[in-house]
T-cell receptor
Framework: TQLLEQSPQFLSIQEGENLTVYCNSS?????LQWYRQEPGEGPVLLVT?????EVKKLKRLTFQFGDARKDSSLHITAAQPGDTGLYLC??????????FGTGTRLTIIP | KAGVTQTPRYLIKTRGQQVTLSCSPI?????VSWYQQTPGQGLQFLFE???????NKGNFPGRFSGRQFSNSRSEMNVSTLELGDSALYLC??????????????FGPGTRLTVL
């Protein structure tokens, strides 16, 4: 069973600060996705990365896929209250089902 | 396009009862996956249906079952409910195109409370 560990599990920071969330596995992903989930809603896809070393930017969010495709990070610059939510990474191993990470609950304090 | 819809949004049952949850995928999507989300275990995969056939199955007991209809709508059934079945049940649909990374679109979930 492939496991995805996310760290930190909880993060609470002031508006305007920067932060990084990590997603790690002992197995190689064929692709990795990041989702954000807000209370009362299902997760919403933010990005998909498929190539080792790939970097994708979505406004103030920067996603990086590790060279060995075993890890990924999400960096948020100048965090805003609207960034508050549960961030989930999800890895695909071959053509199998998505495996979700343990999640990082982020709170941005105005 | 309309998103994934799930009904009901909230449900309260007692131990021993059974429950059926419904999911309507995005038009054109043939794959429907079901997940259980709890604070302690996170998001756990239940099963996936594609063209009315179960394609993948997670590590859940046989009390959890599902099916998919010809119009891709899916139902999930839990029999003999236990207190530990209280959770948010999420449905996700995707196109499952060969050779491409699968992107799942989630519904808002059904919040099940077992008393």
């Amino acid at each position: 069973t492939q496991l995805l560990e996310q760290s930190p599990q909880f993060l609470s920071i002031q508006e305007g600060e920067n932060l990084t969330v990590y997603c790690n596995s002992s197995s190689v992903f064929s692709s990795l996705q990041w989702y954000r989930q807000e209370p009362g809603e299902g997760p919403v896809l933010l990005v998909t990365v498929v190539t080792g070393g790939e970097v994708k930017k979505l406004k103030r969010l920067t996603f990086q896929f590790g060279d060995a495709r075993k890890d990924s990070s999400l960096h948020i610059t100048a965090a805003q209250p609207g960034d508050t939510g549960l961030y989930l990474c999800a890895g695909s191993f071959g053509n199998e089902k998505l495996t979700f990470g343990t999640g990082t609950r982020l709170t941005i304090i105005p | 396009k309309a998103g994934v819809t799930q009904t009901p949004r909230y449900l309260i049952k007692t131990r021993g009862q059974q429950v059926t949850l419904s999911c309507s995928p995005i038009s054109g999507h043939r794959s429907v996956s079901w997940y259980q989300q709890t604070p302690g275990q996170g998001l756990q995969f239940l099963f996936e249906y594609f063209s009315e056939t179960q394609r993948n199955k997670g590590n859940f007991p046989g009390r959890f079952s599902g099916r998919q209809f010809s119009n891709s709508r899916s139902e999930m059934n839990v029999s003999t409910l236990e207190l530990g079945d209280s959770a948010l049940y999420l449905c996700a649909s995707s196109q499952r195109l060969a050779g491409t990374t699968d992107t799942q679109y989630f519904g808002p979930g059904t919040r099940l409370t077992v008393l």
